[in-house]
């Protein structure tokens, strides 16, 4: 006992070691600047800062690829399908469009005797369409059936404990001797929603999985998350490629498309090499019940600053897991489809509230970093500080009083961008990747500000969320954007003054020109691009009823 004891301060010791050192490394070459080679005039340079992070990718994109092959080489071990398992899908205010293409999805599940339970967060009579949707779908004759006047922690009017305590153990009959279950519960939000559904089911099954209801699920996804988890006794949870439902209906939600294969296939895969992928989406996730069950009360009761948690609810239930030491991995041969914002404003909103349950998990992740490989000590630190240098570099170059340091600025981060979606355009065979080249923009102008507007309001969990039937349009995601952009335009107008006073080399006007001629041209080949392949091809396939799960 006490050489395990040691041994796990000598793990705390030295993944924290490992993690100051490597931030002060990166923090050093950062601000020492040092560069391998530089221009006449400083046009171009290349310094130590970028190739760690040139190094950072290169290795990320090499393990990606092995657990890519892995996952093809476990198509060769044959599993039994006798372990029980269940579906948990969370409803609010859903699209009754999406709410039925989900559930037509469940009923052609491969799995064998796979028990399915939807809650619906609410029980008044507008939410009483996803109910009827539920018996529609699933079979009026085999859907069980429940409108609840409370949730397992806040009691309905007029409940007494008398009719509290015969509403439980109702809910515990129903979820335990049916197969097709929809419960009506008051309002409580997602994590309540989830709770119910683990805390009726109990320890009656041996897997769980987690779905949102406007997810379409591919008739394998549940038997090959179910392989992932019968492979090693030592893995928790393990979530599936999300892909996107409606990636034609704006360029938003298409930039979301290319986005979410990059960072599946690409970040995920390569966390899941190592076993210590950091967050299992909502939309396709499964976890051993046993584990659930040893940490469900605390996840429900999280809390943060003295408030209780209300956004989040995956990632923090990914990281229990890895707080017990198990491994969560990602497969890609599991897969759905989920809907995605529309709107700027939407997806805005969307992006802040979760880079709030980014930066508040990463704090609590990092009580775990011991229990796992290096490597997620390592990539919390590159990612969790990344946009700190980044808006740092964009002052910095804004305000240096140099017009080409602003047009390089720009450059570099296209070249880059452009380099990383031409990668992820082999490794998935389609071109339609380069096409992330353009979410390094909204990246920029948009997700770097929301993210620092997420840590100054991290504790307020007010807003940010609507259901899909009704849009709520929240204009306060607007506030660190306009910001941003006075901030960036500050500083243009500042260089131009400074550019005015003193003479301009005939060497800086054709370096100017020259690279504006770059920067448009780009725009205006991969604009073009955009026009043809995907306007052209959206419009088609817009009005294609998906049958199964395409990789399109």
Known sequence: MRCHRVLTYLRIFGTTMFGVTLLVGISTAYIMGYQFFTTARNHLSFGLYGAILVVHLIIQSLFALLEHRNMR?????????????????????????????????????????????????????????????????????KAATYVWRSNYHHRG?????????????????????????????????????????????????????????????????????????????????????????????????????????????????CQSYFGCVQCISGPLGMYRNSLLHEFVEDWYNQTFMGSHCSFGDDRHLTNRVLSLGYATKYTARSKCLTETPITYLRWLNQQTRWSKSYFREWLYNSMWFHKHHLWMTYEAVITGFFPFFLIATAIQLFYQGRLWNILLFLLIVQAVALIKSSFASCLRGNIVMVFMSFYSVLYMSSLLPAKMFAIATI??????????????????????????????????????????????????????????????????????????????????????????????
């Not at 398992?85 to 699209?95: M, P, R, S, T, V």
């Open 459 to 552: 504790n307020k969990a007010g807003w940010g969320t609507s259901g899909r039937k009704t849009i709520v349009v929240n204009f306060i995601g607007l506030v660190p954007i306009s910001v941003w952009f006075t901030i960036l335009f500050v500083g243009i107008i500042y260089t131009v003054i400074q550019e005015t006073r003193k003479p301009f080399p005939e060497s800086e006007i054709i370096v100017l020109i020259v690279g504006a001629i770059v920067y448009a041209s780009y725009w205006v080949m991969l604009l073009t691009l955009y026009a043809v392949l995907i306007n052209k091809c959206g419009k088609r396939k817009k009005e294609t009823h998906y049958d199964m799960v395409l990789d399109v």
């Open 157 to 269: 009017p007029e409940e007494t404990d008398e009719t509290y305590a015969e509403s439980l153990q109702q809910i515990s009959r129903l979820v335990l001797n049916n197969k097709c279950i929809c419960i009506m519960q008051k309002w409580g939000g997602k994590r309540e929603v989830m709770y119910t559904a683990f805390k009726a089911l109990g320890r009656s099954v041996d897997y769980v999985q987690v779905c949102d209801s406007d997810t379409m699920l591919d008739p394998a996804s549940s038997v090959e998350m179910v392989k992932v988890l019968e492979e090693d006794p030592m893995v928790g949870g393990v979530g599936g490629d999300v892909q996107i439902l409606n990636k034609y209906e704006s360029w938003i939600s298409f930039l979301s498309s290319v986005r979410y294969w990059m960072a599946f296939n690409i970040e995920r895969a």
């Open 73 to 141: 080489r476990s198509l060769e071990t044959p599993i039994k399908l006798n372990k029980s398992l269940a579906l948990c899908i969370a409803a609010y205010q859903e699209d009754p469009n999406y709410l039925r293409k989900c559930l037509v999805s469940v009923k052609r599940l491969t799995y064998p005797g796979i028990k399915v339970i939807m809650v619906i967060d609410g029980n008044t009579d507008e939410d009483l369409y996803m109910m009827e949707i539920f018996k529609e779908i699933m079979g009026w004759d």
